[in-house]
């Protein structure tokens, strides 16, 4: 077994605590869909609002993916702790490629959900799924992470 460092054991901690709080805001988007995908547009628009400022947490997100690479780097030698911290850099990747494929374009289209532009509501279908399809990847981030933690 490869000696433990402290230095690794800490980017391994901030790696899960990071994506640990990137997945609250995640499951949150994935658990409130089935409540308000079939609101009216009044009525979406308004519940929308709660999420204002959110963007701040973008600092997260570096933190989270810095802190996985640093990680991985350092494990690199070691395949059984490399591989999942490999796969969970690679569905925070997919998460993201989700969010600014998908959902990042309405929030333009709906200058964050404060116009109603013609097809809202195809453009809401697609920014809940979107979101939803970003929480599993963050779910499986989290899952990778704990896989790593567990081999070490």
Known sequence: MPRRSRIHDTLLFIALLSSAM???GA???LFELPNKIALPQEEYFIV???YRGWDRLGWLL???LASIVAVAVLSRRDPRLFRPLLAAALFLLAAQAVFWTFTFP???ATDNWTAVPEG???LRARWEYSHAVGALF???VVASLILAALRR
């Open 48 to 50: 929308q609002q709660v």
């Open 106 to 108: 309405v929030n333009v």
């Open 138 to 140: 963050q779910l499986l």
């Open 22 to 24: 990137a997945l609250g």
């Open 62 to 64: 570096l933190v989270e």
């Open 120 to 122: 809202w509501e195809r």
């Open 27 to 29: 499951l949150a988007h």
